[in-house]
């Protein structure tokens, strides 16, 4: 069993930054993969970063050199660090934790840009 608990989202204005936190607890095996995924109100949950445990990082075109991905292996946490944000940022945004081949989502958080 696993549980993923995101945190830090909220009302921000454009162009101001958030960071979104995401601790996971449960059965975790070491190595894994954790991401951040957002889906906006009637469109499909899209990817967004992703992050090994080695920190290997992989980013959306759509966020690439605005949003930062990060984690503390030690408190199981990933990290978002987003930055320039924008209307169009405005989603609910979810983590994921990939361990083996199971993927477990988080319940997200609701991030809304705007003046």
């Known amino acids: 069993q696993v549980q993923l608990v995101e945190s830090g989202g909220g009302l921000v204005q454009p162009g101001g930054s958030l960071r979104l936190s995401c601790a996971a607890s449960?059965?975790?095996?070491?190595?894994?993969?954790m991401g951040w995924y957002r889906q906006a109100q009637g469109k499909q949950r899209e990817f967004l970063a992703t992050?090994?445990?080695?920190?290997?990082?992989s980013y959306a075109d759509c966020v690439k050199g605005r949003f930062t991905i990060s984690r503390d292996n030690f408190k199981n946490t990933v990290y978002l660090q987003m930055n320039s944000l924008k209307p169009e940022d405005t989603a609910v945004y979810y983590c994921?934790?990939?361990?083996?081949?199971?993927?477990?989502w988080g319940k997200g958080t609701l991030v809304t840009v705007s003046s």
């Open positions: 449960g059965n975790i095996f070491s190595l894994n993969t």
């Open positions: 992050i090994t445990s080695e920190r290997s990082t």
């Open positions: 994921k934790l990939g361990v083996g081949f199971r993927d477990y």
